[in-house]
């Protein structure tokens, strides 16, 4: 897998996952630290010419560095859920198959503190080059569980006690309407076509986001953030006052 940019190669060599790195004839002192940390963590280095760069990059802008990294560590919505740092918060990609808005949705997740997106196999964006770089790097720290059917990976996620909260513009609820205190998934789905109708039918909220302007959605990566954000928010403003931890909480 490749991933390239100043970020993404610095996040994925601090994840531990660079097998080789590809540097540019042009070097500054950005470049200049990578070269050294690849050098610390021992891992190979070779100064190309940028057509080399521009050739593993595919067009894409690689400020002078393309890494090799290895596979990712494979999980499952189960998993994610067990190894949640609290009380689960994950994110699920239903169809959203550009690269730069999966980035960006990665890096919202990691800012966030999200414990891990669910996404399809089919029909899905590689989470290197474009992806990779938009994320700024947090593709190399975000846990992504790969499935084969996300309607039975929602049906997994509830069966190990998450609820499941599905965005959709034409929703009856507004999104800081629900509580994201218990466990939740929150369930994203392809700009244009939005939540597939058997993923929408396994959700037990669906919900939206107000709109106040004369455009009718927001950006796959944008309506995250504001939905992520409020579950970060809502459990914040929760700590220390008790409260629901599981599907029977609410």
Partial sequence: MIVYGINAVREALSAGRVE???????????????VDEA???GVQVARVDASVLNRAARGGVHQGVVATVGAREPWSPRELVARAAGTPLIVVLDGVEDPHNVGAVLRTCDAAGVD??????R???PLDGAAAKASAGAVAHVRVADVVNIARALEELKGAGVWVVGLAGNAPRLYDEVDYTAPTAV???AEGSGLRRLVRECCDWVVRIPMAGRVESLNVSVAAGVVVFEAVRQRRSAKGRGGGTGRDAR
């Fill in 20 to 34: 080789r790195l590809q540097v540019g004839p042009r070097s500054d002192a950005r470049l200049q630290g990578l």
């Fill in 39 to 41: 050098a610390r963590r």
């Fill in 116 to 121: 891990g997106v669910v996404r399809q196999t």
């Fill in 123 to 125: 029909r899905a964006a």
């Fill in 187 to 189: 369930v994203l789905g």
